[in-house]
Each structure stands twice: as C-alpha cells, then as structure tokens.
C-alpha cells in the first residue's frame, strides 16, 4: 500500500528547497516552471509561507528565503553536536589531532562541533563558531568537495591556509539536505594516508548516524 503524503506540504517543502539553491531568488514563473505547477499554485504557496517568515518577496517581485528559516537551523545544531560529539572525541584520540564539524553557511565555513585530543602535548585550539569562507581551508573545501558529482577525491588536505603551518585534512559528509564537513587541524607533521583514512571512517560513521 502506498505511503499517504501531503502534496501541499511536499510542494512548499520543495518551494524552499529551490530559493535555497537560488542565491538571487526566483519569481514565481520560475519557481513555477521549476515545479510543474501554475502559478496560482505558487502564488498561494508563496503566500502561506510569507505569513511564516520562511520566505521574503523582494520590491521587484523575485522571491527568497527568508529570516524564519534562521530560528528553524538554530535548533538543529545542537542535534548535530550531540551526534557528532563522540566521533569527533574517538577520531581525535585516533590521530591526536583537533577534530571538528563544519557546516556551510552561506559562502562560509561554520565549526559547529569541536573535540581536542586528549594525549599530546599541544594541539591547535578551534573553536565552536569559528567561521572561514568556504574556499579556504580543509572543512570549507571538503564541502566545496561534496558538491561535486562523481568527484575523484575522497578527502581534502590542506596546508597553511587559514593559520601559518596549520595542517587540516577533512572530508564531505554524505547526507541529503546537510552541507558539512569533518576534520582535523594540527601544526605538527601529518601522516595524511593515515589520517586521511580516519577522517573518511569518521565521515562514514557521522553520515550513518544523521542519516
């Protein structure tokens, strides 16, 4: 027996979903060419979702995500900590570097979840809230990274960019709705077939819990 689903909710579900991929926004004759529907449809969608804040419709007519959708994401990161936590702790006590969770925020990089190994002497203090653009740094290119079908690489190292003799190793997660990213930082010498390897293990098992 098929499963009972709301077409309305399904449709407004994936009105959002087009004006977060569309940085300019789209009027509704596009938004309703992107969905197969008439514009009466959107028009009354666009509407309902308006008196929720969750979309804005600019003075030119084009229409973009709006300031509601902030206090929906505010509760979903400390879900995304409470998960993360204990791979990012058994990743870093693995390699004995700074472990983190990153998700994308716009066109930066966001630490949402930070773990610092236990065992060595010094490590690279991050911490939760620090932001980078995404085209910088190990966590903003592996998600840069999984933006790409049928990418080559599995994971991303980097060197020096975001602080002198940093090194970062970092890898996409794969979970359908979630642009993230888990790594480590360190300033000392990195194995990075080794560590590249922990940090895929981690994304795989971060990716199977959010899942």
């Known amino acids: 027996m098929p ?12 009105v959002l979903k087009e004006l977060a991929a569309a940085p300019d926004g789209l009027t509704i004759t596009e938004l309703a060419a992107r969905l197969g529907v008439n514009r009466t449809i959107v ?4 509407t309902t ?4 804040a969750l979309v804005r419709r600019e003075p030119g007519g084009r229409v973009q995500v709006g300031l509601g959708v902030l206090h ?10 409470e998960t993360a936590v204990p791979v990012l702790r058994e990743l870093a006590e ?20 930070v773990v610092e190994p236990t065992r060595t002497d010094f490590h690279v203090s991050y911490r939760v809230g620090t932001r980078h653009p995404l085209e910088q740094g190990a966590a903003g290119k592996a998600i840069l990274l999984g933006r790409q079908r049928g990418r ?38 990195v194995d ?3 560590v590249g390897a922990a940090v895929l ?11």
Request: net charge negative; with cysteine; hydrophobic share 45%.
């Open 49 to 52: 979702l308006e008196q929720h």
């Open 152 to 189: 080559r690489l599995p994971y991303v190292a980097t060197v020096g960019e975001l602080q002198a003799g940093a090194h970062g190793v970092a890898a996409p997660l794969g979970v359908a709705g979630l642009e993230a990213s888990v790594g480590v930082v360190t300033l000392g010498d």
């Open 94 to 113: 693995a390699v004995g570097c700074t472990a983190h969770l990153t998700v994308a925020d716009g066109s930066q990089a966001l630490a949402v979840a």
């Open 43 to 46: 028009y009354r969608l666009v």
């Open 72 to 81: 929906i994401a505010s509760a979903v990161n400390p879900v995304l900590r």
């Open 201 to 211: 293990d981690a994304a795989r098992q971060l990716s199977d819990a959010l899942g």
């Open 3 to 14: 499963t009972e689903t709301s077409q309305t909710l399904d449709r407004g579900l994936r």
């Open 192 to 194: 990075e077939e080794a």
